[in-house]
């Protein structure tokens, strides 16, 4: 068990972070709702169906899309281009590992399955990272537009208005703004980060250059 929790501490710890601050946003915005309808003179909801309310389902997949999107451009945009200096860059004027063709470790037999497999399937796997977050984007997206509309329904039934549906919340300047104040601050916060780790160091973080390297010194 102590080898497990060291091989892996760094996942569960950040998974931990997360369900501490999903249980923290749950109950924070149960209070907040309730606020919100005691001031139209309305009786406040359980928790349990809190957690089915749009009010919940629209703030969680509002962020969540945000965080899929920024790391899904991030992998599909590191492909292409190249940051002088940036740790998390690849050089830009020599081969990268990370272009090697995956045929040449067939026979390797520390390689993943699919490599062996070769086809189609080494065709998926070479990009299963960026197909994965894609789609874990474009979930997030669609459940953030339903979480809304069914928030957007609640708030119309309490002014006795008619519903609405999913297309026409996507027509709402309102969902667009929930999605590009998240969108714009996560394509800032890893601009940031590039650009700082050019200069700055973190000793002891894969995430950063050694402290003697020099600032013109890109990749690992």
Known sequence: MRQFLRDNGLSITLFALFLLSL????????RAH???LRLHELPAIGFLPYLRSGHFISAVFENWESEFLQMGAYVLLT???FQKGASESKKPDEENPEDEAPSAHRNDPNAPWPVH????????YSH?????LVTLFLASFWLHLAGSTRRMN???LQHRQPPQTMISTL???EFWYESFQNWQSEFLSIAVLLVLGIYLRERGS??????AAPHAATGH
């Open 154 to 156: 609640e708030e119309a």
């Open 128 to 132: 299963s990272l960026s197909i994965a």
């Open 206 to 211: 894969p995430e950063s250059k050694p402290v």
């Open 79 to 81: 492909v292409f281009l």
């Open 117 to 124: 497999r070769g086809g189609l399937l080494l065709k998926l």
């Open 23 to 30: 249980v923290g946003q749950a109950l924070t915005g149960w």
């Open 171 to 173: 027509a709402e300047p």
């Open 34 to 36: 309730a606020e919100e």
